[in-house]
């Protein structure tokens, strides 16, 4: 055997880690350098080959395990792994569009894809058009020989709308554009992206899949592999990848992600519908109630709701009072993100960012966290009191 020197020794140890352990818990692989048994595998590796290993950027077995999970969980052909939902987000697009192209997003899009449209895709000379999220089949009036891409997010930030996902995605394949779908309010579970017609379905696993509001990481998942293939070549090309110890935590998040939803599902409903019996409230966009645009979609298309929704005030309370409302409240803490451990609230002037909302009053967002319904009622309460303070 060859002596080695103690410095050595710390490298390339004497004596091996036994194998065969096995345990209900996944490893946390973590590298940059990835040991090729020979000379020739290191030649022909591939970073599309997710049977073999090639580098950290490609990912390690924590990583493979995640994106399998996810892939299965879903029905889609593969998934690949960003740093966050927003950069999952701006991976569905770039990977199919080219300058002169045009993509269309609801009105009611989470924000920071408006900034991409008017930032990275603008500079890409990539025209972007909003739509009306309740707009269907409709949709095709604005569909374009050289549109690529229909961005739906259902139901959509703030507003809540419920959008025909399979209307929708008629006409653009009609077309021969993409439909890709932010599917993470439904945690890829209570709406079925891909049989209803989604080619692409993008989380942030920051909310559900983590569930406990400790980091931020996003996933693309492909219907096919052609798909899958432009979204990993993106990825491989700008070297988009997720620390295997942030995956570990998605991946203990996995398997309690349904109880949660669960929970959350049932005591959101409970809030929103005694929100809707207070006589301080215009209206609850709550998807499983009937305020909601496209509430009727909904009942069709998803199999359940969870824990974000918002309500509008009554026209006489404005910024001030919604303000009073979310400051009064000692459980729900006042922050962006939902999806975690505790309850938020937040309140947003429409008027800035929907381009129609027919609403006066304040509207107010609530995520519901995993504290003791009652208490968080109590909180509610003491927010309608400040109200009119
Ligand atoms: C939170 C969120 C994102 C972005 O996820 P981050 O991990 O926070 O970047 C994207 N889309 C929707 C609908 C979200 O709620």
Redesign the pocket.
Known sequence: MTTKQPATLLIHPERAVPGGFRSLVPGTERASTVLFENVSKWKNRSGFDESIYTYGTSGTPTTRDLQNRLAEWEGGFATVLFP????A?AYAFLPFVAPGDHVLIPANV?D?VKTLANGLLKRMNVTVEQYDPLVGAGIAAQIKPNTRLVWV?TPG?ITMEVSDLPAIAAAAHAAGALVAI?N??SAGWYLRAFELGADIS?H????YPAGHSDL???AITARDEATWKRVKDMALQTGQCCAPDDIYLVLRGLPTMPLRIRHVERVTTDIARWIRTRPEVKLVLHPALPDCPGHDVWKRDFTGSTGVFSFVLHDQYGADAAARFIEALEFFGIGA??GGIGSLALTYDLAKSRTRWPHQGALIRLNIGLEDERDLKADLERGFAALTM
Do not use: I, N, Q, R
């Open positions: 966050s939902g927003l950069a987000v989470y920071p997010e930030s932010d993470t309010y993008v942030a696993l920051t909310k931020v990481m996003g993100s939902w």
